[in-house]
């Protein structure tokens, strides 16, 4: 079997040329999950002013204790007009402005109201339950740097410091197309020998996941101008990328390469060195970077997250949160490898300290149930030799 492409130079292809999407300004509530194109500078200082972190009175320290004239009131958004002598008090609430001649704060626990008095038996330290303007961000502080990846708390970061809209790298548009006379979708009944189309709802989850919106074109018979039909419509509705599942190996019916060709295009490579997922194929049909997965599930998924995923991270301007393998120990024998880089499905737990991942027994790459179940891939190179249970690993975790 020579000829198959290392899985890294596979990734290096899928990568190449790929940079972040243009600019496009978008609702700050919509940005989580976006990577912000410029810095966030604070439009205002929050506080805006002086204010109080309790309900109770402004006072001045030095009167206390006290029976001090209430004055007046400062509620958030409607502070006190006027200002605090010697001997007065203010009425006030959590997140209102101090009054001008208060320095601290009393809770309404520790005070008496008498009337228009208020009884305070104890003392205050200067400066107690006020919040000092700015104390969060000061007007022209850059709270959020070009390159943050957004979540929901960085948003909320953002719309307090009052940007409206945010500038942040394009989405990458991902079509998925599912191939194979034999496919249906969920929830209809199966004719004889059917199988339920699975793999295109898993890729658009890991599409989603990285940052990505999917299309769904729904599942193409094993016929060269229906599936061209598709691809075309892919292309012409201006989608990033194009991924397939299915009709990417040898057999008679198995098309991707012909539609390629007939896209006047020619693959970027196909069959790699890997299990599972040998027969993925890429392409650069204009514009739009098709990814050609295997047909076989765990295959078809495998290949989502080794090449697809990185592919649209980088794509969504996330291309530095880089998957680094993790280090592990083996909870089973694994026999010697051959000459393609397998990816074994997984279990993992934590014993005595240390992270041990366990491949389950049978790894056939048509098994859903076992990909499901799985929390990890252990990686193996090529012609790795035989190791035994508790030997080290290296895995990549699947829950992203
Ligand atoms: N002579 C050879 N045969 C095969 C080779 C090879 O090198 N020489 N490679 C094998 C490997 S490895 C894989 S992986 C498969 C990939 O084949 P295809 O990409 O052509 O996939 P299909 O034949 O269309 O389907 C394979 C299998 O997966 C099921 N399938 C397909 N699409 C879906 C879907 N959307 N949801 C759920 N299941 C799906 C399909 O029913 C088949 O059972 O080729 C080997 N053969
Ligand atoms: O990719 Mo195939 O699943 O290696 O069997």
């Not at 961000?137 to 948003?155: D, I, K, Q, S, V």
Request: with cysteine.
């Amino acid at each position: 079997m020579a000829g198959l492409l290392p899985v890294d130079e596979a990734l290096a292809r899928v990568l190449a040329g790929a940079e972040p999407l243009p600019e496009e300004w978008i609702a700050v509530g919509d940005c989580d999950g976006r990577v912000l194109t410029r810095d966030l500078v604070a439009g205002r200082s929050q506080p805006p002013e002086d204010v109080s972190s309790m309900d109770g009175y402004a006072v001045r320290a030095a009167d206390l204790p006290g029976r001090l004239a209430v004055i007046g009131e400062s509620a958030a958004g409607r502070g006190f007009a006027g200002q605090m002598a010697a001997g007065e008090a203010v009425r006030i609430f959590t997140g209102a402005g101090v009054p001008v001649g208060a320095d601290a704060v009393v809770m309404q626990e520790d005070a008496a109201r008498e009337g228009d008095r208020v009884l305070i038996a104890g003392t205050a330290r200067p400066g107690q339950f006020i919040r000092r303007r700015g104390l969060d961000f000061t007007e022209g502080l850059t709270g959020l740097a070009a390159g943050t990846l957004m979540n929901p708390r960085r948003l909320a970061l953002a719309a307090a410091m009052n940007h409206a809209i945010v500038p942040v790298h394009g989405r990458p548009r991902v079509a998925i197309l599912s191939t194979g006379d034999e496919l249906v979708e969920p929830g209809t009944v199966p004719g004889p020998g059917q199988i339920v189309s699975s793999n295109a709802l898993a890729i658009a989850a890991v599409v989603r996941r990285a940052g990505g919106e999917p299309t769904l074109l729904g599942i193409s018979p094993d016929r060269l101008d229906a599936t061209l039909e598709r691809v075309r419509f892919a292309r012409q509705s201006g989608h990033h990328v194009l991924v397939t599942s299915g009709g990417a190996s040898v057999g008679e019916y198995d098309l991707m390469r012909d539609v390629i060709a007939a896209e006047g295009a020619e693959p970027g490579f196909w069959k790699i060195a890997m299990r599972p997922g040998k027969p993925l194929m890429m392409a650069d049909l204009g514009a739009m970077r098709l990814l050609g997965l295997p047909g076989n599930p765990v295959a078809s998924f495998v290949c989502s997250m080794l090449f697809l995923r990185p592919l649209l991270l980088r794509l969504a301007g996330r291309g530095d949160s880089a998957e680094e393998p993790e280090e592990a120990v083996l909870g089973a024998d694994v026999p010697a490898n051959d000459l393609r880089a397998d990816h074994l499905r997984a279990s993992l737990a934590q014993r005595d300290g240390r992270l041990v991942a366990t491949p389950f027994p049978v790894q056939d790459s048509s098994m859903i149930r076992v990909l499901a179940e799985a929390e990890a891939l252990i990686l193996r190179a090529p012609h790795a030799p035989a190791v035994a249970a508790g030997s080290p690993c290296r895995i990549l975790r699947l829950d992203r």
